[in-house]
């Protein structure tokens, strides 16, 4: 049993999204829907699902392919568009047993160069409406280390509260040991926090850790909290909180 709760939506749940979503390629606006549908395919968080007559059809081809998926029948389509060509990158649904699906296009999320909702551009999926992602400050003492070496020390921390996820410490950068440090240039992306500014590899007693620590530099505005703060994996190192150890989780995203 893990010590954080776990998304609960099940697979192929179906709910109408409230919010507008527009999708771009080339600079060119694909998809312009207030319609759209979130369908859960796995717990953690939905897919987009969009309505046929909300997609700029000549940005579509037919790619002659038909398939049958978990949640219905399916035609293979690429995205065309001024030159840019992107096979696969689409499923066309002609059917489906979940209701409101069938006439609903699934776009793979990278086949499009941006993604909004609103007006704030959203990374890697869609966001969860049943997750909760909360930054509190704290005043638990928590200390990161490996092999004994303390890399971070504080008595203010800011607790990232992420539904499905194991807590996230963020700490000041005064209070983070960057002699045992190195600068990558690695970047990654969050629905949630937005995209990180910052990755450091570890070297401690000989090993190499790589890209083991992050800081987003400007996160979207609710968890401006973490602004330019230094989180670790926890999975990757050891936590003491309060002076207890806490025990490893297996998850791995940041």
Request: hydrophobic share 35%; net charge negative; charged share 20%.
């Amino acid at each position: 049993m893990t010590d954080y709760p776990q998304a609960i939506a099940p697979v192929n749940h179906v709910e109408p999204v409230p919010r507008r979503i527009r999708a771009v390629v080339g600079g060119h606006t694909v998809i312009d829907t207030t319609s759209a549908l979130y369908v859960w395919e796995w717990p953690n968080y939905p897919q987009y699902f969009i309505p046929l007559a909300d997609i700029d059809s000549t940005a579509l081809h037919d790619e002659q392919h038909s398939e049958e998926t978990p949640r219905g029948t399916a035609a293979r389509h690429g995205i065309r568009l001024g030159g840019i060509d992107r096979p696969g990158a689409a499923r066309v649904f002609t059917a489906s047993p979940l209701p409101g699906v069938a006439g609903t296009v699934r776009f793979t999320w990278s086949a499009l160069d941006h993604w909004f909702e609103e007006d704030e551009e959203v990374y890697v999926h869609p966001r969860n409406p049943y997750s909760r992602v909360d930054a509190l400050r704290s005043t638990r003492t928590v200390v990161i280390s490996v092999e004994g070496v303390e890399l971070a020390r504080s008595d203010s921390p800011v607790m990232v509260f992420e539904t499905g996820l194991p807590t996230r410490y963020y700490f000041n950068r005064t209070e983070v040991r960057f002699q045992h440090l190195e600068h990558t240039d690695t970047i990654t992306y969050c629905p949630y926090k937005g995209k990180t500014g910052s990755y450091w590899t570890a070297h401690v007693k000989g090993n190499v850790m790589k890209d083991l620590a992050w800081a987003y530099d400007y996160p979207t505005s609710p968890l401006s909290a973490i602004a330019g703060l230094v989180a670790f994996y926890n999975e990757k190192v050891d936590i003491d909180i309060d002076g207890t150890r806490l025990e490893r989780p297996s998850t791995h995203f940041s």
